[in-house]
């Protein structure tokens, strides 16, 4: 119990960190940014959550297939203080698939505004009670979409009020410094100004990892690699 | 208070702390929030805690056929699956419930049963064991969760005067019963007193097999099983198996329409043991017809169900009841949400019988009942939900007895 106090504590300092990234000291010069890059291995991944069993059915479910999810988020805690001010509108989407969310994690700044369309031949409810941002989109069918705009920084879990298993996490930043690993664990992350930044591995709120990056300013590219047990 | 009281009595309070103290671990995930997934994904369990509490229903409005009330029980409930296959699963729903503040707690097996697709590229499904009852539609929601009130509807829970093991000698002795569902006597079969049958019971599964056809738009289901809708025992006339089928179309998304129908043994075999000789014991079963509708669009959930319920029981002596014991129950329910997780929810519901004719006159052979019920869930975290609930219940007999109660509960499920 105290490991999962623990695992719960570094969460909630991680979702801190998401909600109030500090500024990071560097120095503006004309030195050339940077790119991070690395490969995050995930550890006794999470298995995508079955249905609850159907025990009030009356014959097979519609065949669910729960996605890998080995995705996660790398992001820097603290960024310089121009990236805070980088705005213009944006736009993500997340398609409800086959009674699953996709993608099951999303990564967007501030101010974005995500699509959710149904692409399931049936209803989807998508909501979510995260204090970051309420919302409850309601019931409707195949082809039709409704969209979100998310203005606070921090963690958002989604769900569908229909089909229980369904969830996915929207993560929402304050700066640009992020990125969603693909299928085989990397990341990269661009233009990043000379300076020292703690770099953080995030995966399911469960696990995560961090360390301190120092760019140079040589336009070189940085290699930062996590693992996630 | 007797100390067997007491101690059953801490024992509620205990399971009730318990259940009050789960939105702190969920919130601190010490408890799963999604079903448990193990054995290489072949097995997955998930569970559901309750406890509803309520002001005293003196009129016995909410008692089920476990003889406590609806509204006042705490009730934990695990359910898992196990893919034995591609095409076959094992799934077990094992529940322990029992009255807030006293009465006898059980732990039984809700479901357990196969479910078998023998055809791997027909949408052909069997089920056996103790299956779920093929027809109606409130006998889907399983799970607290997917009820939007706390009480349940009038025909899948309400306690009419009829019983299986006891029948009336005659219409004055059923008559003399009109309105006493939860506590009845009558002179032939058992004579201690006991609770009459709801026209569906709500709670129990049916031992049987079950094959189910079809997918979205149109599908179908035919059961075997033993017993019949109220009473879905093995004790039931010897000989009489149940058949129950049920068609379900969705013509368009959001949807849904339902019929059912079935037909099955009612009185139980010793009762008809005793009659044997007499010619009066093939007069026995109960058949039901059932329709349902489930619209939902935006924040809407709206649903209707009527069932209709004759039972034969057999006619000993004048004034006979001679003809079939007809009900009636139909309910309304609609859900809104208001805000994200917040909802308000109602239901208006009724239940009548056709009338037989006694020394007394002619009347409805068990008092009509009414009930609306109205009220709002709050979800403290996602799978931590809070209801309040209103409830007021007219039962038309010999005296009116009218009953409002406010009832609450608290659920957690993973």
Same mark, same amino acid.
């Given at each position: 119990m105290l490991r999962r106090l623990l695992t719960l504590a570094s969460t909630l300092a991680a979702a801190a960190g998401v909600l109030l990234p500090a500024r990071a000291s560097f120095v503006p010069s004309a030195a050339s940014p940077g790119t991070l890059r690395g490969r995050v291995d995930v550890r006794n991944a999470m298995m995508a959550p079955e249905? =609850?069993?159907?025990?009030?059915?009356?014959?097979?479910? !519609?065949?669910?297939?729960?996605?890998?999810?080995?995705?996660?988020?790398?992001?820097? @805690?603290?960024?310089?203080?121009?990236?805070?001010?980088?705005?213009?509108?944006?736009?993500?989407?997340?398609?409800?698939?086959? @009674?699953?969310?996709?993608?099951?994690?999303?990564?967007?700044?501030?101010?974005?505004?995500?699509?959710?369309?149904?692409?399931?031949?049936?209803?989807?409810?998508?909501?979510?009670?995260?204090?970051?941002?309420?919302?409850? !989109?309601? =019931?409707?069918?195949?082809?039709?979409?409704?969209?979100?705009?998310?203005?606070?920084?921090?963690?958002?879990?989604?769900?569908?009020? +229909?089909?229980?298993?369904?969830?996915?996490? +929207?993560?929402?930043?304050?700066?640009?410094?992020?990125?969603?690993?693909?299928? @085989?664990?990397?990341?990269?992350?661009?233009?990043?100004?000379?300076?020292?930044?703690?770099?953080?591995?995030?995966?399911?709120? +469960?696990?995560?990892?961090?360390?301190?990056?120092?760019?140079?300013?040589?336009?070189?590219?940085?290699?930062?690699?996590?693992? !996630?047990? | 208070m007797p100390p067997t009281s007491r101690v059953r009595s801490r024992a509620s309070c205990a399971c009730l702390l318990l259940l009050l103290g789960l939105p702190a671990f969920a919130a601190a995930q010490i408890v799963p929030s999604t079903p448990v997934t193990t054995a290489g994904g072949r097995l997955t369990v998930s569970g559901e805690m309750s406890a509803s509490l309520s002001g005293h229903d003196e009129y016995y409005f909410n008692y089920s056929d476990y003889d406590y009330s609806m509204l006042r029980q705490v009730r934990f409930d695990g359910a898992g699956a196990f893919r034995v296959g591609p095409r076959l699963s094992l799934l077990a729903d094992v529940r322990v419930e029992g009255a807030v503040g006293g009465g006898s707690w059980r732990v039984r097996p809700y479901a357990l049963f196969v479910r078998l697709r023998p055809w791997p590229r027909r949408e052909v499904d069997v089920q056996a064991g103790l299956i779920p009852p093929v027809f109606g539609a409130?006998?889907?929601?399983?799970?607290?969760?997917?009820?939007?009130?706390?009480?349940?509807?009038?025909?899948?829970?309400?306690?009419?005067?009829?019983?299986?093991?006891?029948?009336?000698?005659?219409?004055?002795?059923?008559?003399?019963?009109?309105?006493?569902?939860?506590?009845?006597?009558?002179?032939?079969?058992?004579?201690?007193?006991?609770?009459?049958?709801?026209?569906?019971?709500?709670?129990?599964?049916?031992?049987?097999?079950?094959?189910?056809?079809?997918?979205?738009?149109?599908?179908?289901?035919?059961?075997?099983?033993?017993?019949?809708?109220?009473?879905?025992?093995?004790?039931?006339?010897?000989?009489?198996?149940?058949?129950?089928?049920?068609?379900?179309?969705?013509?368009?998304?959001?949807?849904?329409?339902?019929?059912?129908?079935?037909?099955?043994?009612?009185?139980?075999?010793?009762?008809?043991?005793?009659?044997?000789?007499?010619?009066?014991?093939?007069?026995?079963?109960?058949?039901?017809?059932?329709?349902?509708?489930?619209y939902s669009f935006g924040y809407w959930v709206l649903r209707s169900e009527a069932i209709y319920s004759r039972w034969r029981i057999p006619a000993i002596a004048a004034p006979l009841v001679s003809d079939p014991l007809r009900a009636f129950a139909v309910y309304f329910e609609g859900r809104y949400r208001i805000r994200p997780g917040l909802y308000a929810a109602a239901r208006v519901d009724r239940l009548d019988f056709s009338d037989i004719t006694g020394n007394a006159g002619t009347m409805p052979w068990d008092a009509p009942v009414r009930r609306v019920e109205a009220g709002g869930g709050y979800s403290l975290s996602r799978n931590v939900l809070a209801k309040m609930v209103y409830q007021y219940n007219w039962r038309r007999g010999v005296i009116e007895r009218r009953a409002g109660l406010a009832s609450a509960q608290l659920l957690f499920w993973f």
């Open positions: 249905p =609850r069993p159907g025990i009030s059915d009356l014959g097979v479910d !519609l065949a669910y297939e729960g996605m890998d999810r080995r995705r996660t988020v790398v992001y820097f @805690e603290s960024a310089p203080q121009p990236a805070f001010e980088e705005g213009g509108e944006m736009h993500a989407t997340m398609k409800q698939q086959n @009674e699953t969310f996709v993608p099951h994690l999303l990564a967007i700044r501030v101010g974005t505004i995500v699509d959710f369309p149904n692409g399931d031949p049936f209803f989807h409810n998508v909501f979510s009670l995260s204090k970051v941002k309420r919302f409850d !989109l309601g =019931r409707y069918a195949r082809g039709r979409s409704k969209s979100v705009r998310f203005d606070e920084p921090g963690i958002v879990r989604v769900f569908c009020d +229909i089909h229980a298993h369904m969830n996915a996490f +929207i993560l929402v930043f304050s700066h640009r410094f992020f990125a969603v690993t693909d299928d @085989e664990g990397r990341y990269r992350i661009e233009r990043v100004p000379p300076g020292s930044y703690t770099v953080v591995a995030w995966y399911e709120g +469960i696990k995560q990892d961090s360390r301190t990056v120092t760019m140079a300013g040589d336009g070189r590219t940085v290699e930062a690699d996590f693992t !996630l047990r | 409130f006998s889907r929601r399983a799970y607290a969760t997917d009820n939007p009130l706390i009480g349940f509807p009038l025909g899948y829970q309400y306690l009419t005067s009829l019983r299986h093991d006891a029948l009336p000698v005659s219409a004055d002795g059923l008559l003399l019963m009109r309105g006493r569902g939860w506590r009845t006597r009558y002179g032939v079969g058992n004579p201690a007193p006991d609770h009459g049958v709801p026209l569906m019971d709500g709670l129990d599964y049916q031992t049987g097999v079950e094959v189910h056809a079809g997918s979205e738009p149109i599908e179908a289901s035919v059961a075997l099983t033993a017993g019949s809708l109220s009473v879905p025992s093995l004790d039931t006339a010897a000989g009489g198996v149940q058949v129950s089928g049920r068609v379900a179309y969705k013509p368009v998304p959001g949807l849904r329409l339902g019929a059912s129908a079935s037909h099955g043994p009612f009185v139980a075999r010793t009762v008809v043991d005793s009659l044997e000789g007499s010619g009066l014991a093939t007069s026995n079963g109960q058949t039901a017809v059932g329709a349902d509708i489930e």
